[in-house]
């Protein structure tokens, strides 16, 4: 699919804001005054600024108020609802952090499960299209949890259960890319499927559907080169995995905590960008191009 900046934007940090919120929310010594301000500011701006420049994807921005309609049958609706839960409670829960110097763990731990709410809406989005085999596996939520929560660990400061999260996540990342590579073949959906003509004989595109591009071609059918997408994932897994991890057990990891973040999140823009550059859509199969 075509790898959109805004949804690349939206996914990772939004993911890494809520990271960091989930991880205030459940700190039974959290930050006060100030110090939580700074915190809780770096996430909201993270968290919300992400969630809002997921609008820009939409072809009626103005429309996005709808999104809220629909939470039965709609895993963007039920995002929606659970950011809302998330932001709201644990706004309530830093302003008393804030301002009172109390922490009242029973908003923290409600607004921490919230937060992974919200980051597991937002992976099934995209986990539950079985139009898109790559995506359709329940290693998906997993990585979009993982890396939300290590993320979130080394925005917040603690290194040592930042490193094993780190690990986790790299390892979930690897056999996602793994298992993917096989999703389409695996799902059995071919050209002779799509039309059922599979039992008279071989099933081929006889012409293109047409002589121009349309919305499907910009939007569902995007080719990066095999080559280059190793390339890709081995910058990704150094930047969001190796280095940061190298980083973290030098001498006075804190001091080189700020690199590792960033370093981090590239790496994350990175793999997020291959999420969805490599994501093969069926209706290709339509234009004879899977």
Known sequence: MHPAPSIIAFSTFSGLGLGLLFWLGVDTSAPTGW??????????????GGLI??????GRPERALKAFTQWQT???????????AALVTMGIYGFFLVFFDRQIM????????????????TSM?????????????GLTPALFLALSVAGGALLSG?????????????????LWWKRGDRRFAQSGTTMATATGLGDIGEVRAFESPHTGTNYL???MVYTVGRRHARKLRLIALALMLVLPVFLLILPNPHVFGVLALFSHVAGVL?????????????????????
Not at 35 to 48: D, E, G, S
Not at 53 to 58: D, E, G, Q, W, Y
Not at 125 to 137: E, F
């Open 35 to 48: 110090v939580a301000f700074v915190f809780f500011a770096i996430a909201y701006v993270l968290a919300a």
């Open 53 to 58: 420049s997921s609008t820009f994807h939409l």
């Open 74 to 84: 709609s895993w963007l609706s039920r995002e929606a609802w659970c950011a809302v």
């Open 106 to 121: 029973l908003l923290g731990h409600l607004g921490a499960f919230f937060c992974l709410l919200t980051v597991y809406t």
């Open 125 to 137: 989005i995209y986990g539950q299209l079985k139009t898109v085999p790559r995506w359709n596996t």
């Open 158 to 174: 603690r290194v040592t259960i930042g490193l094993i999260l780190l690990v986790i996540a790299g390892a979930i990342q690897g």
């Open 217 to 219: 071609l910009k939007e």
């Open 270 to 290: 990175v793999s997020r960008w291959l999420f969805f550059a490599e994501a093969e859509h069926v209706v290709g199969l339509y234009y004879g191009m899977r």
